[in-house]
C-alpha cells in the first residue's frame, strides 16, 4: 500500500508538524482527531513505515513517528535501527497499543521512547503531549538561554534570600557532626557513593544538581522504570493518557536499610543545604522536580509552580506528607498556590510546621 497523507499539500500545510504513521488498528481514530492538527502519513505496517523513511531527505523527514505496537514486536527492532541512523535518530517515537502489556511499556521506558498510551486514551491528550515534544525539541538547543530569559520573571526577594543563608549556614555548622555520622553509616551499609546527585528542574524550568544522602542501591536508577510502572502510588489515579507526573513509591524496596530511616527522618535531605546556599533552590518552596516528571508538567495550569521557588520543605510536606488521601491534582494545587501567595510570613509557618511533619508514618 502507498502512505497517503491526511492533509494535501498547500502553504499552510507546510507549516504544520509532520507526522509518520505505521498501524491499523487505531488509524481511523488518529485521522479523525489529529488529522487537523498535524500532517500525517499513513502506512499499514513497520516494513511500509521504514521503506518510506528511507526515501526521505533531510527537507521532507517528519518530526514525530507514531507506531502501533505490531504482535510481533517489529517496532522496537524498528526504533534500534533508527537510532543508529544519523538521520533519523533524533526523531521524537511514540508508540500506541490496543492491549495493555507491561512487558512492553518497560520496554519502551528502557529504550527512552518519548513516550507509550495505551487505548482508550484521549486523543486530545496525545495532541498537547506531540505538540509539547515538538516545542521541547525545538527549545532545547537553547536551553541554558531559556532559562536565563524565564528567571527574569522571578526574583528572589533580598529578605527571603536572607533568611535562606542564615537557616543554611546555621544548620550546617550546627549539624556537621550528624553529617558526617550519616556519612559514616552510610559507607558501613552498603557499597557505593555517600552522596546521591541527581538533575532536577527548579525556578523558570532551570536544571541543577540535587544533593542528598544516598539512601538507595547502587542499582535504583535501572530499576525506577520496572518500578514506575507497577508500584507507583499515584499510578491508580492514571486513565488512558492522564499519566501520573509525579512517581512515589510504598515501602520502596530499592531503599537500604539505613535509607529507610533516612528518609523516614529527613536526614537524607541535609546535603541540600548547599544547593540552597549556592542559590539554586530556597529553604521553601516546591520541591524541584526530576527531569522526567516535570516533562509531564506541560499545560499552563500546571506550569504555575515552576514559576515560584524551588525549596526544602513546602505546603505539601507540611499538608498532607505522607499520607492516604495526598492525591497528585492535591499536590499539584499546592504548588500552584505557594508560587502565587508565597510570603515572608508563610515561609515562617511552613518553617515552623516542618519539624512535625518529618516524621511520617508511611514509608513512602
Not at 491499523?24 to 521503506?51: C, H, M, P, R, W
Not at 535562606?164 to 557532626?177: F, K, N, Q, T, Y
Not at 525556578?203 to 530499576?223: E, I, N, P
Not at 504548588?335 to 511533619?357: C, E, H, M, R
Request: hydrophobic share 40%; with cysteine.
Amino acid at each position: 500500500m502507498t502512505p497517503q497523507t491526511s492533509t494535501d499539500w498547500n502553504q499552510n500545510s507546510s507549516s504544520q508538524v509532520r507526522v509518520a504513521y505505521a498501524g491499523l488498528e487505531l488509524k481511523e481514530l488518529i485521522a479523525a482527531d489529529l488529522g487537523n492538527s498535524f500532517s500525517i502519513t499513513y502506512s499499514d505496517t513497520v516494513q511500509q513505515l521504514e521503506t518510506y523513511l528511507g526515501e526521505q531527505s533531510l527537507l521532507t523527514i517528519p518530526e514525530i513517528i507514531l507506531v502501533e505496537v505490531d504482535k510481533d514486536e517489529e517496532c522496537f527492532a524498528l526504533v534500534e535501527r533508527l537510532r543508529k541512523n544519523m538521520l533519523m535518530n533524533g526523531l521524537i517515537i511514540v508508540m500506541l497499543s490496543t492491549k495493555k502489556n507491561k512487558e512492553q511499556v518497560q520496554k519502551a521506558m528502557r529504550m527512552k521512547l518519548h513516550d507509550f498510551y495505551t487505548y482508550p486514551f484521549a486523543t486530545s491528550d496525545l495532541r498537547e503531549r506531540l505538540n509539547f515534544l515538538v516545542r521541547f525539541k525545538l527549545i532545547k538547543p537553547r536551553l541554558l538561554e531559556l532559562s536565563k530569559e524565564v528567571d527574569t520573571t522571578y526574583k528572589m526577594p533580598v529578605g527571603k534570600r536572607l533568611l535562606d543563608l542564615v537557616i543554611a549556614w546555621g544548620m550546617l555548622i550546627c549539624l556537621s557532626p550528624i553529617m558526617l555520622i550519616v556519612a559514616i553509616l552510610i559507607k558501613l551499609d552498603s557499597k557505593g557513593p555517600i552522596f546521591y546527585k541527581s538533575k532536577r528542574v527548579g525556578t523558570g524550568y532551570k536544571v541543577f544538581d540535587f544533593y542528598k544522602f544516598r539512601s538507595m542501591r547502587t542499582d535504583a536508577d535501572q530499576l525506577l522504570a520496572k518500578m514506575a510502572e507497577e508500584h507507583n502510588q499515584y499510578a491508580a489515579e492514571e486513565s488512558g493518557a492522564n499519566k501520573a507526573a509525579f512517581v512515589k513509591f510504598k515501602n520502596d524496596p530499592r531503599i537500604t536499610k539505613l535509607g529507610s530511616f533516612l528518609r523516614s527522618s529527613s536526614l537524607d535531605e541535609l546535603p541540600q543545604l548547599i544547593n540552597i546556599i549556592k542559590g539554586d533552590m530556597s529553604v521553601v518552596g516546591n520541591r524541584p522536580l526530576p527531569v522526567y516528571e516535570a516533562e509531564m508538567l506541560t499545560s499552563n495550569e500546571w506550569s504555575m509552580r515552576f514559576l515560584g521557588p524551588a525549596g526544602l520543605t513546602g505546603l505539601w510536606q507540611i499538608s498532607k506528607r505522607g499520607k492516604e488521601d495526598m492525591s497528585e491534582r492535591e499536590r499539584k494545587k499546592l504548588d500552584n498556590f505557594y508560587a502565587q501567595k508565597y510570603s515572608l510570613w508563610l515561609d515562617l509557618k511552613i518553617i515552623a510546621g516542618t519539624v512535625p511533619a518529618l516524621f511520617q508514618k508511611e514509608k513512602v
